[in-house]
């Protein structure tokens, strides 16, 4: 059900890994999803999704274009 299980299951239960379970105080974590949670949904009714969605597009775009602007100017070098 759950894919990333399988592979991070070899770290479950190691000291100072992300699923040292010791460590963690589940009270403390539980308030701490509460709290995100409805600070998420606060923000939800503050921000347009589809203009979080076009601002997504465009930075996939410009970060593409940069990357193959990189590529050019690398390609021009080994020219010269």
Known sequence: QHYWIEKEKQYFGIVGSDFDFQSKDMDTSIKRLKQVKLD???LSKKINKKVMG????AES????LRRKKEVILNDKAKIE
């Open 40 to 42: 998420q949904d606060k």
């Open 54 to 57: 076009m601002i997504e597009k």
């Open 61 to 64: 775009e410009y970060d593409e």
